[in-house]
């Protein structure tokens, strides 16, 4: 039989068919991320109300809105930064919900975000560890995201506390501690070596310390009728010697500074004139990060100041706290000032629960 050009064509095309029909298709491995927080209790709007272990049941906290990641691959060269994304999220995606992971918080309540976040892989089967930091304002990190390229990098990004809006937000930035582990492996781990998806429910923690204080004037020094100007009236409050610079992301109990602030910024639910339904006993709280002193890496100070019947006399006490610097979560602070006597112009240690 002669052939011909068209009995070529006709033979390369069924060739090319042949060679389609034997070859699977190419199958798309999700690595999916969920974005979890800690959560206990029901909340009024689409925000977490409590985090797990800190007091009060009315403490509104605000959903994250930016959403930093970084998905960090293990190579025959060490460990590689794999996708590092900025990303925005909304506030009403949020849903009150269980975790069902396979880690040890199994049960736990927890807000999840309802969209994950997946990331297909082909050729690509890494073994790896997820990093995040969420708030719901935008961070400035150093260095910035897209310079970040080695575990390192990632284990010493830092995001500013300033602008002042910023330490004002402190309550509601969380991350996912570097030194958080379950079996002895980082807690939001991952192994795609073998070809099969993975989900990882990233749980993420406050960054910053819960500083509860709570203070009372005795009865007896309320009210002095022979001596009215000796009355004590707590009427104002400041917070001082706060962190101010580039705090840690993943580290938050590594944060360190030369020397002793003098100062710090204001926070505005506690540096307030104290209005007449505070002047003898109240209740408030506020975030700070946590830090040792270079040299007094034993303790974390803080200071407050307190003024009296308007003007007068500043008592001055450093609220001191020993810490571990290798725990895994930040502490909560709590003081109590029992008020006993007129207070005088002087500075003090106190030791913190």
Known sequence: MMWTYKHIVFLLLALVMLVSCEREPERQIPLVVNICLPADGYYASQ????????????????????????????????????????????????????????????????YRYNRPLQYFLKDEKPKGRIF?????????????????????????LKFSTAPDSIQKNLQNIYSTPYNYKVADA????????????????????????????????AKAMRVNKEHPENAVRLTYMEARRLFNGNAYCFKPMKNEVATLPTSGYDIENIVTPLDEGLWWEGRTYFYTIPYVVTGNADYFPLQMRMETNGSGAYYRPTIQLGIDTSTVFVPWLRANFNITAPLEDKEETKTAE
């Open 47 to 110: 925000a977490p109300r409590r985090i797990m272990g800190d007091p009060g049941t009315h403490e509104v906290l605000e959903a994250p809105k930016y959403l930093y990641l970084f998905i960090v691959k293990q190579t025959g060269e060490g460990w590689k930064v794999w996708k590092n994304d900025e990303i925005r999220l909304s506030d009403d995606k949020w849903e009150l919900t269980t975790y069902t992971g396979y880690r040890i918080q199994y049960g736990d309540s927890i």
């Open 132 to 156: 995040a930091i969420c708030s719901n304002k935008q961070l400035t990190l150093t260095p910035a995201i897209g310079s970040v390229s080695s575990l390192e990098d990632v284990l010493n």
């Open 186 to 217: 980082y807690y939001c781990s991952f192994d795609c070596s073998q070809g099969n998806s993975e989900t990882i429910d990233l749980l993420l923690y406050h960054v910053a310390a819960k500083v509860d204080i709570t203070w009372n004037v």
